[in-house]
């Protein structure tokens, strides 16, 4: 039988329908699917979100005999945990014969957006299977704890990624932890981190510092460190960026510093909070 290869350029130019317009073709023509034709479709139920086209891609798999490939495994898991379904997905990676560091990723990212201690066990799990973790699970545990409020369990594998397993820490690793020292209202440490990190701060950090307190004012964040310069540049690179929904917090602060005579402002800037 015939093999079509074309699903790859499609899903790569995000022609996700026709993809699987084109499976369908394939199943009714007898032709049999490979495993490259499987990875294009799977990717595109997985960013269609439907979990429909995914149970009937399921039944494929099983019925060409490929429920046995870890790559089809790990791609049909993601299908299911991107579509919300995670019975199905813990029972695909319960009965997965062969796992590898994808399928224990795609795990991670599943729970990663609000069961923090389940990540943390899954994790944990993947170590004691003998998996090492990459950077992207690293990513999913540190994400977890942002989203949980697990605060010293995020500055715990913060500190196992570097230490422990040597991985270069990424602009998403910082913005994961700042997200949870802000949350917590730690703003000396996070402050701390920001002086130490060799990145600046971009569009993605800030909106995530922005969304992380929006009952604090953001002078507490500059004003804990004595950067009044940097309150000036948050102005102009909101402005830039056209971050409306933080234009608020910015003239507060313009407004204070400004009119910033008063001996006792620096405390009264900490203590303050937006109502």
Excluded at 17 to 41: G, H, W, Y
Excluded at 96 to 103: A, D, E, L, Q
Excluded at 139 to 164: K, P, T, W
């Amino acid at each position: 039988m015939r093999q079509i290869h074309k699903g790859g350029a499609y899903v790569h130019n995000g022609l996700h329908e026709e993809v699987l317009q084109q499976f369908i073709r394939m199943i009714r023509d007898d032709v049999c699917p490979d495993q490259a034709t499987f990875a294009s479709v799977l990717k595109a139920c997985a960013t269609l979100t439907s979990p429909s086209l995914g149970n009937q891609v399921h039944s494929c798999l099983v019925k060409f005999d490929f429920m046995s490939n870890v790559f089809a495994g790990s791609a049909l898991l993601d299908v299911y945990a991107k579509c919300g379904l995670m019975k199905e997905a813990i029972r695909t990676f319960e009965q997965m014969p062969t796992r590898n560091v994808i399928s224990w990723n795609t795990m991670l990212t599943a729970y990663a957006h609000g069961d923090g201690k389940t990540t943390i066990s899954v994790f944990e799990e993947m170590v004691k299977s003998g998996f090492a973790p990459n950077s992207v699970s690293f990513l999913n545990v540190l994400a977890s704890c942002s989203h949980s409020g697990l605060v010293e369990e995020g500055l715990q594998y913060f500190d196992l990624m570097i230490r422990d397993y040597k991985h270069v820490v990424k602009r998403e690793h910082y913005a994961c932890v700042l997200d949870v020292l802000y949350r917590a209202r730690r703003f000396a440490e996070a402050g701390e981190m920001m002086s130490r990190m060799p990145y600046t701060l971009d569009e993605i950090m800030w909106v995530s510092i922005l969304n992380s307190c929006p009952h604090v004012n953001l002078a507490n964040i500059y004003a804990a460190l004595d950067r009044w310069d940097d309150v000036a540049w948050v102005k102009a690179a909101l402005r830039e960026w056209g971050i409306k929904k933080a234009l608020r917090y910015v003239k507060v602060l313009h407004t204070w510093c400004f009119m910033g005579r008063h001996p006792t402002l620096q405390g009264v800037l900490v203590a303050r909070e937006v109502p």
